[in-house]
């Protein structure tokens, strides 16, 4: 297995980045196509921008889209790049301060997505077990994650980061009803 870094994002990283979407990834495994042509975009707008957007602990990003166009207040967050010398991926986290439950629009304090072409090399499980680090930090004592039933590489990556499936549930309208899978992550010792 190939070691990785999660690299806060940097314009001095952002041409890998911008070659992984220009190659079809996306970093956003709902809104998939459609966000990764909004970041494009944005990042020819203004970069530095862009890449400053990306980490966002204080939440002062302003209100994001949800799948249906809908507009809900942005969480504090950070994105880490998954990196092995090129951007191989993206991990984000979300939380809100002083409790760990979300609101019923934010599907899970985690999110990750590798490029298609280095999948299976374990960067997702290392990725997974580095920012539940971060969650650590910030005091929760679990972190949850949603994850589509047929997405089985996901569920083997959070099983072998000691997920434990907790619900299976449909989605919120804004994500169009869809089934999915929570599971959560105990963080406490």
Known sequence: MSAIELLKPSTALLPSYVAALEAGWSPDNVRKEVAAREQLHAIKVNA???VDGLDDPTASGGPIPLPDG???ARLPSIVRWIWDGDVSGA???RW???T???PPYVLGHIGFSVVPWKRGNGYARQALNSMLGEARRH???YVELTVDPENRASQRVIDACNGVLIER???TAAYGFAETLRYRIELED
């Open 139 to 141: 005091g929760l004592p």
């Open 48 to 50: 530095e921008a862009f």
């Open 70 to 72: 809908s507009i809900i």
């Open 91 to 93: 991990i984000g986290f």
């Open 96 to 98: 809100q301060a002083g």
């Open 100 to 102: 760990a439950e979300l």
């Open 169 to 171: 549930f449909r989605k």
